[in-house]
Nanobody, 123 residues
Framework: QVQLVESGGGLVQPGGSLTLSCAAS????????MGWFRQAPGKEREFVAS????????YYADSVKGRFTISRDNAKITVDLQMNSLKPEDTAVYFC????????????????WGQGTQVTVSS
């Protein structure tokens, strides 16, 4: 019933940009921390970024800090991930995560997950 749906994935060249969007099906998600995780083939799911309920606070993994920006629009119940200066190592399936604990980089701190969207960075 509760859904998080990602969109915006695709193929981009190194150094390029891409914006991912996550749409929540339930208004209650506007009250909670939201986040993005990613999982590359053969690797564990890793934290990318999170944003508190109001959007006033953000938290980034060191690997993406300065390149990625997380934002939210609680009127639309959406969370975006703007990705700049993309590198091949950013290639992964990106997952939107909902109802999380702000400040935590653990996937276990988030209660809901989207289906994922593929981001491929390649020349």
């Amino acid at each position: 019933q509760v859904q998080l749906v990602e969109s915006g994935g695709g193929l981009v060249q190194p150094g390029g940009s891409l914006t991912l969007s996550c749409a929540a099906s339930e208004r209650s998600f506007a009250k909670y921390t939201m986040g993005w995780f990613r999982q590359a083939p053969g690797k564990e799911r890793e934290f990318v970024a999170s944003i508190n309920w109001s959007g006033a606070e953000t938290y980034y993994a060191d690997s993406v800090k300065g390149r990625f920006t997380i934002s939210r629009d609680n009127a639309k119940i959406t969370v975006d991930l703007q990705m700049n200066s993309l590198k091949p190592e950013d290639t992964a399936v990106y997952f939107c995560a909902g109802r999380g604990l702000f400040g935590s980089s653990s996937a276990g701190a988030f209660a809901y997950w989207g289906q994922g969207t593929q981001v491929t960075v390649s020349s």
